[in-house]
């Protein structure tokens, strides 16, 4: 029987409002018909701001002059400048904090964002600076604000549930314990392991509980429930948490942890950490939202270790995502655990009797020199050999004629995609991308033509697949599932300059994890460019700009571009593309929205993909327009099958015979 890891964040969840009375708060959940909703609405989607907006960037430069100028003592950390809090001590003295205080307070290199792990004060670099002109006044800083309502009712939720739950070793029947164990994968998992993290069980719902305590007094601030669903032959983990997702920052298993510890294993799963620690003995937590995302909020509780190993799951997603977190943690301190046969993730290696403890030392070291030899990559050569679906990216749901064609969407490509003007270019992007998102591809839209709210009308009608206006009773039920989604928006609108953009998603990487940035579209990032007179010059530093950013961050960027004003009963090319040659070379994929008829199909609209860098399959497919979801899809009733072609190459003169190749030739 297969097992289907678990994806934090995309929980199908139905138990919480079940089980205090109709849960006043909301959990993270993408399941229809959840009773006992209120009817309230909370418009928190995250946007990303613009350069003029209110958080201005500051460089550790800036951050490090600064402190000297005040006289506060500081000492550089791993992703964090360490200082003394000035939240505890004397609050009314006006004097820096003494250099022989605790260093407590941890400010971001990156952001600048501060986190006093004695008082949980937290905040932007601004308020920080804030507070030291408030202490040189003699004002005491502010002190932490309560926590908003919907916080605090979660709390209250959770600990409901916690009081209902029984604890997993003191089930009063040892059957049943052993039918619970057996049914999570954890027969192996000892009494004194469970005891020691604290995992509850809850028969209502018959789910594992586990718990997040404060760091700061051990109170009870959230909990997250795991229960086991079967879909055919395979088992599922479904999970859910209070308070929801976003506000979720459980390092579970960081209160045993103890100040003198100096190395640490993070897993992407609770039950990793569990079966880890009870086979090396070593100090392991589990991220909250696993190999999706790693909260910068979460640094400062990792500065105190000087080697941390990243296990996060047993697929080749989970190890992009330790390389990816090991840049924020610093890779000199990172070791990395590969994925494959003889390493699978921590639980499944101490059901199979695998020695967790010679795996941990076989950990690959994340940096590296600037030349390797092959024998430091013939592991990832045969990693991805023997894994040849999961290198290929991840699946579309909605198109699997493009699967076909491209075979999955990968990090670091940059897809250049263009289409007649009216064709639908921004409302199959939106269903193209929000396909992805759905399967926990973190996306940043960057939306130029368009604004954020008609674009989030447009994703939100694709996502529910109907016309909320004449069924508004539904808006809040589809919108609570919506807003679950690793879905962020740039507030940019009209002409940027290409400099603020890559800036806000270079942010956006860091603070989100985005995996997959869509820019419509290219023209609107031309108009601030003085590199040049000439248009096309300016034109090839956007696309090279945007070539860089992707193969740096291992981030996929989905490029809209304008094409050529062309005569109009002819079908795109890949020249057709607006600029110079450039944009076509340096994309790895190129797509084309076409709006003719072909001669063998009855579709008025297909797709072609021109380029595929990934393994060279180019070919059409038709597209059915629904005006009531907005969305695109094969049609599955048409008997007009993928059509596949040679990829283009440069234009050649026709021949009279059909041996030419070109996108407007036809299969």
């Known amino acids: 029987m297969a097992v289907v890891p678990l994806r934090p964040c995309r929980a199908a969840g139905r138990l919480l409002p079940l089980l205090c ?35 201005p960037a500051v460089s550790i430069t800036e951050i490090r002059q600064y402190l000297r100028a005040q006289g506060i003592p500081f000492h550089d950390g791993y992703s964090c400048l360490h200082t003394p809090s000035l939240f505890t001590g004397g609050a009314g003295d006006p004097s820096p904090p003494p250099a022989s205080a605790p260093y407590t307070l941890f400010i971001d290199k990156t952001t600048g964002s501060f986190l006093c792990t004695a008082t949980l004060a937290e905040g932007t670099w601004q308020d920080f600076q804030a507070n030291v002109e408030l202490r040189h006044r003699g004002v005491p800083p502010g002190s932490s604000e309560e926590p908003e309502e919907d916080v605090r009712r979660a709390r209250e939720d959770a600990r409901c549930i916690w009081d209902r739950a029984l604890p997993l070793w003191e089930l009063l029947d040892e059957e049943e314990t052993n039918k619970t164990k057996a049914m999570f994968g954890i027969s192996l998992v000892t009494d004194s392991t469970l005891k020691r993290f604290g995992v509850r069980y809850l028969r209502a719902a018959k789910s594992l509980v586990f718990p997040w305590f404060s760091p700061r007094d ?37 209160p045993l942890i103890g100040r003198r510890d100096t190395e ?23 991220l909250p939202r696993g190999a999706t995302c790693l909260p910068p909020a979460l640094l400062p509780y990792l500065e105190q270790f000087k080697r941390i190993t990243l296990w996060l799951g047993e697929d080749l997603r989970s190890w992009e995502a330790a390389k990816l977190f090991a840049r924020k943690l610093s890779l000199k301190r ?194 601030h460019e003085h590199l040049s007179v000439d248009r096309l010059a300016a034109q090839d530093y956007v696309v090279g700009a945007f070539r860089k950013f992707a193969t740096d961050n291992t981030c996929h960027i989905t490029l809209v571009i304008h094409p050529r004003k062309e005569d109009d009963e002819k079908e795109l090319q890949t020249a057709s593309i607006f600029g110079s040659a450039k944009a076509s070379q340096e994309a790895d994929n190129v797509l084309i929205l076409q709006d003719r008829k ?20 180019v070919g059409v497919f038709p597209l059915e327009f629904s005006k009531a979801s907005l969305t695109f899809s094969s049609s599955s009733k048409n008997k007009v099958k993928l059509k596949k072609m040679k990829e283009e190459k440069t234009p050649l003169p026709k021949k009279a015979s059909g041996g030419g190749s070109g996108a407007s030739k036809k299969p």
């Open 264 to 286: 640490l294993v993070l897993t992407g799963w609770e039950l990793d950490a569990l079966a880890l620690h009870q086979a090396t003995g070593v100090a392991s937590v589990a």
């Open 334 to 527: 990172c070791s990395l655990v590969r994925p494959g046969h003889l390493q699978p993730r921590p639980l499944d290696a101490l059901n199979q009797s695998l020695n967790l403890t010679k795996i941990l030392r076989a950990a690959l070291p994340a940096s590296h020199k600037s030349i390797v030899s092959f024998r430091q990559l013939r592991e990832e050569v045969f990693g991805e050999l023997a894994n040849t679906e999961q290198v290929a990216g991840v699946k579309w749901a909605r198109f699997p004629d493009l699967n076909k064609l491209l075979k999955g969407h990968r990090r670091g490509e940059l897809t250049i995609f263009t289409g007649p003007t009216g064709s639908g270019k921004t409302t199959f992007m939106s269903e193209y991308a929000l396909d992805l998102c759905m399967q926990g591809v973190c996306t940043l839209w960057g939306s130029f033509e368009i604004s954020n709210v008609r674009l989030a009308k447009i994703m939100l009608t694709q996502f529910a697949a109907q016309r909320l206006e004449e069924q508004l009773e539904l808006y809040d039920e589809w919108a609570d599932r919506f807003e679950d989604l690793p879905l962020y928006f740039m507030t940019f609108h009209g002409q940027q300059s290409i400099k603020a953009v890559i800036d806000t998603m270079q942010h956006a990487v860091y603070m989100y994890d985005i995996t997959h940035v869509v820019v419509d579209n290219l023209q609107f990032m031309m108009g």
């Open 598 to 617: 072909l001669v063998t199909g009855p579709g008025k609209r297909y797709l072609q993909v021109s380029k595929n860098r990934f393994d060279g399959d």
């Open 218 to 254: 051990a109170s009870l601030k959230g909990l997250k429930l795991v229960r086991v669903e079967k879909k055919e032959d395979a088992v599922v983990y479904v999970e859910e948490t209070l308070p929801r997702f976003d506000s979720y920052h459980n390092l579970f298993g960081l």
């Open 21 to 55: 009375g109709g849960a006043r708060s909301k959990a993270a959940s993408l399941s229809p018909g959840v009773p006992g909703r209120l009817a309230q609405r909370r418009y928190k989607k995250d946007v990303l701001p613009s350069p003029e907006g209110p958080v």
